[in-house]
């Protein structure tokens, strides 16, 4: 999937005066190449000095050119793959695949300092149907206006990305369930209140809250973040918070415990 290159050389070579003499030389060069051919690092084409060397010494030259051109290559590639996009063209978000290092260095902090991470999933509901009704252009407006308001409502500190094509995921640094919760809150209903066009019907979403446990791993506070999404979808009927605690209980927040109990 990416060029790579390498060779194994080995022989002997004897010299005596101006003659060189290559004796019992294997070699075996492998290259694989994306793209149009590089170019070498230096120019090795021989001087008129060299060239009054023996045709053995021009094999090593040309070796010699071989292996440069192969390793300026690896280094063109190297250094696109290094510097390739990182973030989600449309929202500016992280990408998926920096999203799931962060949550990964996130996690691995927050086990070794014994401290609680808040992640927060986000899928906008029914959004097919938007792309379907009101064409792609609305579509990915209203991905941007939702990534708007995620970033109004993060701390610095914070790191928010795009997960999926409806879907958004933010880590939410040494936060409480209950302060995710809130925000979580806050994030429903300003999405609630977007227009897919003026005058016309509002967007909503489903939203998932929960904290990491000791010793999990990405893929454990996702699963929980997931499920979350799913029971606002298919228990709550969607436009909605569920919050699941480090064990994966269903979590209610303090005071609509107290409005349960009077009732």
């Known amino acids: 999937m990416a060029p790579s290159y390498g060779f194994y050389a080995y022989g002997e070579f004897t010299r005596k005066g101006r003659e060189v003499v290559i004796s019992n030389m294997t070699l075996t060069a492998v290259c694989m190449r994306e793209g149009k051919a590089g170019r070498p690092t230096k120019d090795v084409t021989p001087s008129a000095k060299d060239r009054q060397l023996t045709s053995q010494t021009s094999i090593m030259r040309h070796l010699v050119y071989f292996i440069n051109a192969m390793s300026y290559e690896f280094e063109e590639s190297h250094r696109r793959t290094e510097t390739k996009p990182r ?12 999203l799931e290092n962060a949550i990964r ?12 991470m808040a992640v927060l999933m986000v899928d906008i509901d029914d ?26 409502q993060m ?104 409005d349960n109990k009077k009732a």
């Open 87 to 98: 973030k989600d063209w449309l929202t500016d978000f992280m990408n998926r695949g920096e």
């Open 155 to 258: 701390r610095k500190v914070d790191s928010p990305g795009r997960w999926g094509q409806d879907e958004f995921f933010v880590i939410l640094v040494g936060m409480s369930l209950e302060k995710a919760y809130s925000v979580a809150e806050r994030i429903c209903k300003k999405i609630r209140k977007l227009e897919i066009v003026p005058g016309g019907e509002c967007v909503t979403a489903s939203l998932g809250v929960t904290v990491s446990a000791a010793g999990d791993d990405e893929a454990d506070i996702f699963k929980r973040a997931d499920h979350a999404v799913y029971l606002a979808k298919r228990k709550k009927g969607k436009n909605c918070v569920v919050v699941l605690d480090e064990a994966g209980k269903t979590w209610k927040p303090p005071k609509e415990k107290q």
């Open 105 to 116: 260095k996130r996690l691995d902090y927050a086990n070794a300092s014994k401290q609680q």
């Open 127 to 152: 959004f097919k149907s938007i792309n379907d009704k009101y064409g792609h252009d609305i579509g990915d407006q209203t991905l941007r206006q939702v990534a708007d308001i995620l970033r109004a």
